[in-house]
């Protein structure tokens, strides 16, 4: 079993910065890619930044491209998603989510952290 714990949401101003922390335990399935998602209010849950077990090989959406940065350090089993720059319409739920390695989908989930950019 897989468990995702997000932390570092919260309340910001437009044009402030955060960052998010998702810690993986449990039975992580060896080279697991990470990526993070978000719900805003009134719509789909959509694919924010991904990054690859190496974190060599990032993908962002082009609306975060430019002021997200997604990163990860094995040794902690944690996966890092620096927001800047933020805007009103990035307020959301934050999802980190797990995809075990050898597969193309995410099939772990976290529970969420919200983050609420005021104009």
């Known amino acids: 079993q897989v468990q995702l714990v997000e932390s570092g949401g919260g309340l910001v101003q437009a044009g402030g910065s955060l960052r998010l922390s998702c810690a993986a335990s449990?039975?992580?399935?060896?080279?697991?890619?990470m990526g993070w998602f978000r719900q805003p209010p009134g719509k789909e849950r959509e694919f924010v930044a991904a990054?690859?077990?190496?974190?060599?090989?990032?993908y962002k959406a082009d609306s975060v491209k430019g002021r997200f940065t997604i990163s990860r350090d094995n040794a902690k089993n944690t996966v890092y998603l620096q927001m800047n720059s933020l805007k009103p319409e990035d307020t959301a739920v934050y999802y980190c989510?797990?995809?075990?390695?050898?597969?193309?989908?995410?099939?772990?989930w976290g529970q969420g952290t919200q983050v609420t950019v005021s104009s």
């Open positions: 449990g039975r992580t399935f060896g080279r697991y890619g």
């Open positions: 989510a797990l995809r075990p390695g050898g597969t193309v989908s995410y099939d772990y």
């Open positions: 990054i690859s077990w190496s974190g060599g090989v990032t």
